[in-house]
């Protein structure tokens, strides 16, 4: 492996890190003392994750390494790690179930058509729509945690619902441009 392949097999190890301290409130007792430990310790490994996501291609771009690996590497990484803190927004009733699951519709078949592309020896790594579609997920992300944040820390309510209002609007975005991005992938798999 490549030194970027390693910073992204790193996004990969965060991502059960956030799952864990993210239910860890659900694991201990109501008499628990104040779990707000877990507001920076969630915001570290989220800007960790989204710091290597930026890291790994650079590193791969100015150290000569690109790789088709890396190519098919670095998205698989993103969608866990993404995967992962949606999740756990559904299951706090942060995000909305139906729109994760175009997201992972959306996410398969991608992988699906790579596989197919694959068999015909193309290696086809992120476009420009996958890209967008990347930061968008990480602005809904932010923008969950925020939520949760607020929640967690005992916000008064109307923060609370602003912030839980706008994070559904962005994952709403996210998941159009997500769908679009995906119609680009098909175009260009028909082309090949």
Known sequence: MTLADKVTALRILLAPCFFAVYLFPTWVPESSPDLGWTVPVLWVLLIGSEITDLLDGKIARVRKEVS???????????????????????????????????????????????????KKNIVQGARWGGKIKAVAYMIAGVAALLAVSARRLGAAAPIFSGLHRAANIIFLISVILSITSFMDYLRVYRKT
Not at 72 to 78: E, H
Not at 89 to 107: H, N
């Open 68 to 118: 088709d690996f890396g190519k098919l590497f670095d998205p698989f990484a993103d969608v866990m790690v993404r995967i992962t803190y949606f999740l756990c927004f559904v299951i706090d009733d942060i995000l909305p179930a139906g729109l994760l699951l175009l997201v992972l519709y959306r996410e398969l078949g991608i992988q699906f058509l790579r596989n197919l592309m694959m």
